[in-house]
């Protein structure tokens, strides 16, 4: 409440805003992981490793708000919609190969 005037002999205050203000969230987190490994080769001396992340966030906000605007004599309905939406993914490849020379490793990211 917002108020106009302050009478000291009655003690009371116009009102000048009654406002009533209600907020509705709503949050929604998703997350998925996903690792697979191939082994080839004379006992699997050989390795493919394929590794992912994926996570999506997404946040709802609703605002609404009622009253009465005294001053103007209007009554008020006013509304406010907010909408956020992320995602993002990683991905890891690793190879690696034993050969008769040597380890060979190679990993991208």
Excluded: C, W
Aim: hydrophobic share 30%; net charge negative.
């Amino acid at each position: 409440m917002d108020f106009y005037t302050y009478d000291p002999n009655t003690g009371i205050a116009d009102t000048l805003i009654d406002y009533d203000d209600k907020n509705y969230v709503n949050n929604v987190r998703l997350a998925f992981v996903q690792n697979n490994a191939l082994r080839y080769g004379k006992a699997g001396q050989h390795r493919l490793t394929f590794k992912n992340l994926f996570n999506q966030l997404g946040d709802n906000e609703t605002s609404l708000r009622t009253g009465n605007n005294y001053e103007d004599g209007e009554e008020r309905h006013e509304y406010s919609f907010h909408y956020m939406h992320e995602e993002f993914i990683l991905v890891n490849l690793e190879v690696r190969m034993n050969s008769m020379t040597g380890k060979i490793s190679l990993t991208m990211h």
